[in-house]
C-alpha cells in the first residue's frame, strides 16, 4: 500500500518536472524572436533583440520614454505610436482615446517585439538622457515634505525648461526587489545645470516616497532619466495666474525663479495653499520674487490655520482665494500643480471666470 | 475552504509583478479563499458586513476630497485627506475599469490611529470581502478600520 502511494507521488512529481522543463524549453525556442529592427521616425534604425517590451528595449538603446509606472501598464504615460504593432492589448484600452487607437498609440510597455516594427516617437524624446548624481543635501520643508538637491556627476550637466520633470530610479530596497521609477517635477532653475532640485511628499507605503524620506542620505548616489513635460511657460506677454498647494510648488517655483532670471516682467499672481502654518513652505523665497519680477505678487492661503499660527493673510480653499481675486480670467493664462482634486477645482473656477480652457496648463496626475 | 478555478485564477493575478509591483497578496501563502474566509468570519465576529465597512470608508473619501489634496477635519474628531498620484490599477478580480491611484489618510484624533487606503481598496472590500493578504503593505486589518473609523453594528 505505502509502495503504491510513493510510486503515485513519484509518478505525478516527475510528470509536473517535465511539464515544468516543456514549458521552459518553449519559453526558450518559441518565444525566440531573433533580431528586430525598429525603424524610428523613418530615419534612425535599430536592431534589437526579439522578445522583449519596447519600454524597456528603447531604454536599454538610450532612448528614455515618459513613464511614471516603471512598465506595469498602471500610468499610462508611455504613448508610442506604432505603425505595424498589431491591435492594443486589453490592458492598453482603457488608457486610449478612440482617435488614439485609429492612430496606432499604444503603450511601449505592453508592445512586446515579435517583429520590425515603426515607430513614431516625439523629437523631443530623444534628448532625454539618463543622469547619475549624488544627494549632497535633503532639507525638510515641512513635516512630510523634503527637498532633495541633486549633484550631477555624470554626465554632469543637465539642460531643461523650468517645469519640467524627471523619473527619479529607486533602486531594489524593502519595500521593492527591482528598480522602479516615479515623476518629480525639477524645482530649481535650469541655470544652475550642475545641480537639480526636487520637492517630494511622503505618501505612505509609496515605493519612492519611503525610500526618499526613510532610507535616502546625503552622500548616496542617485540615477534619474530626463527631462519630460509639456508643463512649461508659454510665451506672450498674457497675465499669468498660477495655483498650486503642497509639492505642487515644485514646478512653479522654477517657472517663476527663471522668470526673475531671465528678467521676464510679466503680470504674475502666484495662489498656493496649505491647511496651516506647519504646511506652508518657502514663503519667504516666494516673496522676495515679488522685488524681482515686476508685476509678480505670491499669495500663500491658510485652509485652516490654527490659533497659534497667528495667520494674518488669506484663508479657505485656495481655489476659493483665487476666485476672489480674479473677477475676470478672460485675457490671463493659468498654470495649475497639485492634486487632481485642486486642478478640477481650479479649472471650474477659472472657465467660470472666462478663460478658454486650452489657456489652462497644467501636470496632468490623473 | 475549497478553491475554485476562478478564485486560483484570481490569485495568480495578485501575485507581484502581476498587476501591480507588490501584489496584494504579501507573504500570504494561504488560497485566497482561505484568505477571505477569515476576513468573512471576522467581519461578522465584529457584527458588520464588508458593505458597512466600505461604505464608511468611502464616506470619509468624499468629505476628504473637498480639501483639494489637504487635510480637512470631519467631525466629530476626524482629520482627513485625500490625495492622488500618477497612476491607474485595475481590480484583481477581473472588473473592467481601473482605479485612480486616489488615497485616504484617515487620522482618528481621539485614538491617535490613522489609517491609509485607496479607491480600490473601498471597492476590494465592499464589492469583494478582500483585505489583501499578511504581510501586504497595503493590508488593511477589518479590526483596524472598525476600531480607526468607529464603524459600530446598524441597530
Known amino acids: 500500500m505505502l509502495n503504491e502511494f510513493l510510486l503515485g507521488v513519484g509518478v505525478v512529481t516527475g510528470l509536473n518536472a517535465f511539464l515544468a522543463l516543456l514549458l521552459v524549453l518553449a519559453e526558450r525556442t518559441l518565444s525566440h524572436y531573433g533580431p528586430c529592427t525598429l525603424t524610428i521616425n523613418d530615419e ?3 536592431v534589437v533583440p526579439g522578445g522583449q517590451d519596447l519600454l524597456s528595449t528603447l531604454k536599454r538603446e538610450g532612448l528614455f520614454i515618459p513613464s511614471a509606472c516603471g512598465g506595469r501598464g498602471s500610468c499610462g504615460l508611455c504613448k508610442v505610436t506604432v505603425l505595424d504593432g498589431g491591435d492594443p492589448l486589453a490592458t492598453e484600452i482603457p488608457w486610449l482615446k478612440p482617435e488614439e487607437i485609429a492612430r496606432h498609440v499604444r503603450l511601449a510597455c505592453q508592445v512586446r ?6 515607430l513614431q516617437l516625439p523629437r523631443e524624446w530623444f534628448a532625454i538622457r539618463q543622469f547619475q548624481a549624488t544627494v549632497v543635501s535633503i532639507r525638510d520643508l515641512t513635516h512630510d515634505i523634503k527637498e532633495l538637491r541633486l549633484r550631477l556627476v555624470d554626465p554632469p550637466e543637465i539642460e531643461f525648461q523650468a517645469g519640467q520633470f524627471i523619473q527619479l530610479e529607486v533602486p531594489p530596497y524593502e519595500l521593492t526587489d527591482e528598480p522602479v521609477y516615479r515623476a518629480y517635477s ?13 520637492e517630494i511628499r511622503y505618501v505612505p507605503n509609496g515605493l519612492c516616497t519611503t525610500w526618499v524620506h526613510r532610507h535616502l542620505n546625503v552622500g548616496d548616489p542617485v540615477t534619474f532619466n530626463g527631462p519630460y513635460g509639456q508643463f512649461v511657460l508659454r510665451p506672450g506677454n498674457r497675465p499669468i495666474i498660477a495655483i498650486a498647494g503642497g509639492s505642487g510648488m515644485a514646478p512653479l517655483k522654477a517657472i517663476f525663479l527663471d522668470m526673475a532670471e531671465k528678467g521676464i516682467a510679466r503680470s504674475a499672481r502666484y495662489f498656493f495653499g496649505a491647511r496651516s502654518r506647519r504646511d506652508l513652505f518657502l514663503v519667504e523665497e516666494m516673496k522676495a520674487l515679488e522685488t524681482r519680477i515686476p508685476g509678480f505678487q505670491f499669495i500663500p492661503a491658510l485652509s485652516n ?6 495667520w494674518e493673510g488669506e484663508t479657505g480653499l485656495i481655489t476659493e482665494v483665487a476666485a476672489r481675486h480674479v473677477p475676470d480670467a478672460s485675457g490671463a493664462e493659468a498654470y495649475l500643480c497639485g492634486s487632481s482634486f485642486l486642478i478640477k477645482a ?3 473656477m477659472l472657465t467660470e471666470r472666462g478663460m478658454p480652457r486650452e489657456r489652462i496648463y497644467f501636470d496632468d496626475f490623473g | 475552504m475549497k478553491q475554485s478555478p476562478e478564485l486560483q485564477k484570481i490569485q495568480e493575478a495578485m501575485r507581484p509583478g502581476r498587476l501591480t509591483k507588490t501584489g496584494f497578496l504579501g507573504s500570504d501563502s494561504r488560497p485566497l479563499a482561505d484568505i477571505l474566509a477569515e476576513d468573512e468570519a471576522t467581519v461578522a465576529r465584529l457584527g458588520l458586513t464588508h458593505a458597512a465597512i466600505a461604505t464608511r470608508m468611502a464616506y470619509f473619501r468624499e468629505k476628504g476630497e473637498a480639501g483639494l489634496g489637504l487635510a480637512v477635519d470631519v467631525p466629530p474628531h476626524f482629520e482627513v485627506r485625500v490625495d492622488g498620484v500618477r497612476g491607474r490599477l485595475p481590480c484583481p478580480f477581473a472588473h473592467p475599469g481601473l482605479y485612480p491611484k486616489i488615497f485616504c489618510q484617515v487620522h482618528n ?6 489609517v491609509t487606503y485607496s479607491d480600490l481598496q473601498i471597492h476590494l472590500i465592499g464589492d469583494h470581502g478582500f483585505y489583501e493578504g499578511r504581510g501586504s503593505p497595503y493590508r488593511l486589518e477589518p479590526e483596524t478600520l472598525v476600531q480607526v473609523l468607529e464603524i459600530t453594528p446598524e441597530e
Do not use: C, F, V, Y
Request: hydrophobic share 25%; no cysteine.
Open chain 1, 44 to 46: 534612425k534604425k535599430l
Open chain 1, 113 to 118: 517585439i515579435k517583429h520590425d516594427l515603426r
Open chain 1, 186 to 198: 525639477i524645482s530649481s532653475p535650469p541655470s544652475n545645470r550642475r545641480e537639480i532640485e526636487l
Open chain 1, 305 to 310: 490655520p490654527l490659533p497659534e499660527d497667528r
Open chain 1, 346 to 348: 481650479a479649472i471650474a
Open chain 2, 109 to 114: 484624533q481621539k485614538t491617535g490611529e490613522t
